[in-house]
């Protein structure tokens, strides 16, 4: 017997009977109506995007597994919304969404041997302390493998996540380093390894955190004299993973305590995964031995992507929200946004958005104007190396000669220019900036800086160099 929309819903409905009670039964699932079956998708109409919501949010465990059971395991499952005279149209309007298949990353309990003198182990997560440890994988269920698009740009980094996933700690990309630009995806694969490990490993502890937060907890423990308690902690972690760790450069007591940690859970076949917007070889200021573990498995690097991936990376956006753009317009976007992935995300949500809110038809039209204002406002993030580059260009110096020891006037003066743009342009310290430019230190750039912001108001040659430097930066 050929299978149909109303049969197979049947069959799940009563799957599902069997598992909820009678009243949330009749209040979520009596007023669902299935519309279509095509290959391996159903598509269920909902009164509302409210019950959409609770049923994705309450009960796609168990759809997931009834769908399963009559479609096998690629069953998709689709939302029809149907809304009741939307902007006084007489005719219903429908909008659809598909199930997202996912819950929440729940909270992970952890045994605690009791063996030191204090039986309270410290959760850095959690203030002051707790004697059962429980552990929130800090993960987001919505970054994972199914809306992370793969094709050239993404493919080694996708494939040794996969591999990572299936087999964490058990291949030879431990660590996996995870580096590219920015808005390529290194957080939302980081994200979707863990979250993947959790659905195939739950009984494996899985931790995400960014270089940042660990810096500050690192820093807390100190002042508390827990240290020892935090280093136990995290060695407590199955599959820890460390976003931006490039922040750690200059930090020495954070590499100096992330150095034994690491050392640790590699050496007890735990999986340790890493993102950085830069290869190991162009980290500046930390330790030559965490530097040689970064290279110990695998550094995959994530690029811009490329045209036909931008145009899938849209479409599936489009897909992911239940609405429907012409061709032309998602060919439109594509071609002219392709920088980042975050970017490209950005200008398609404010096509949608100017569409919905202001009631008008996406058309070619409006997506030029979208498209033309994001581009003009996104600012691109300025590097260290990029202002180098800029002013050692402008006074014709080579990078070395700039970098360089020489005091020779027309050198210093471009190198106090790089350390000026370089706070004003970058998050990095006066330390860091330092150790950049020709391995200086903090109290150099902060005179770089006084010694700039004089000459300009005193040299007008000098305030012509800045006001060309800035133009040049600013592009």
């Known amino acids: 017997m050929n299978k149909t929309a109303q049969s197979v819903w049947e069959n799940c409905l009563s799957f599902i009977k069997d598992n ?88 992970q309990d952890v045994d605690v041997p009791l063996q030191n003198k204090n039986p309270e182990l410290k959760n850095p997560f959690v203030i002051p302390g707790i004697r059962n440890v429980k552990i929130e994988s800090q993960l987001n269920a919505n970054y994972s493998f199914d809306n992370f698009l793969e094709g050239d740009s993404n493919r080694l980094a996708r494939s040794a996540g996969m591999a990572v996933a299936n087999k964490p700690g058990g291949t030879s990309f431990n660590p996996l380093l995870i580096f590219g630009g920015v808005g390529l995806g290194k957080t939302h694969l980081a994200h979707a390894i863990g979250v993947e490990i959790k659905d195939k490993y739950p009984e494996k502890t899985v931790l995400y955190i960014s270089a940042e937060i660990f810096t500050q907890q690192y820093i807390d423990s100190v002042k508390k004299n827990t240290r020892n308690d935090f280093i136990h902690f995290y060695q407590l972690i199955d599959v820890l993973i460390i976003d931006d760790v490039q922040f750690l450069s200059g930090k020495t007591g954070t590499q100096d305590v992330f150095f034994h940690i690491f050392n640790y859970l590699h050496q007890n076949g735990k999986q340790v995964i890493l993102t950085s917007d830069k290869a190991p070889v162009d980290m500046q200021d930390i330790e030559q031995r965490l530097l040689s573990r970064f290279k110990w498995g695998l550094s995959a690097e994530l690029h811009q992507p490329d045209y036909e991936t931008r145009i899938s990376i849209l479409k599936n956006i489009l897909y992911r929200d239940g609405v429907e753009v012409p061709e032309e317009i998602i060919e439109y976007v594509a071609r002219n946004i392709k920088s980042n992935v975050r970017e490209l995300e950005g200008a398609i949500i404010s096509l949608i958005a100017q569409s919905s809110f202001n009631k008008k038809e996406v058309t070619l039209d409006l997506a030029k104007q979208i498209v033309e204002k994001f581009v003009k406002n996104v600012k691109r993030e300025i590097s260290i190396d990029y202002i180098q580059k800029v002013v050692s260009d402008y006074f014709q110096l080579d990078l070395d000669m700039l970098q360089s020891k020489t005091r020779k006037r027309h050198v210093v003066q471009a190198r106090q220019l790089a350390m000026f743009f370089a706070k004003k342009y970058t998050k990095a310290s006066l330390a860091n900036i330092g150790s950049q430019i020709g391995d200086r230190d903090h109290a150099t750039v902060l005179h770089a800086c006084k010694t700039v912001d004089n000459l300009v108001s005193t040299d007008k040659q000098f305030k012509k160099f800045v006001d060309d430097i800035n133009k040049k930066l600013s592009l």
């Open 20 to 107: 909820i009670q009678d009243q949330a039964y009749k209040t979520w699932f009596e007023p669902i109506k299935s519309v279509e079956l095509t290959d391996n998708a159903l598509y269920i109409q909902v009164p509302s995007k409210f019950f959409y919501e609770w049923l994705e949010e309450h009960y796609v465990k168990l759809l997931k597994v009834a769908l399963t059971k009559e479609l096998g395991k690629n069953a998709k499952l689709l939302y029809k919304i149907k809304m009741e005279n939307t902007y006084g149209n007489k005719q219903p309007f429908t909008e659809q969404l598909p199930s997202a298949h996912r819950q929440p990353v729940k909270a």
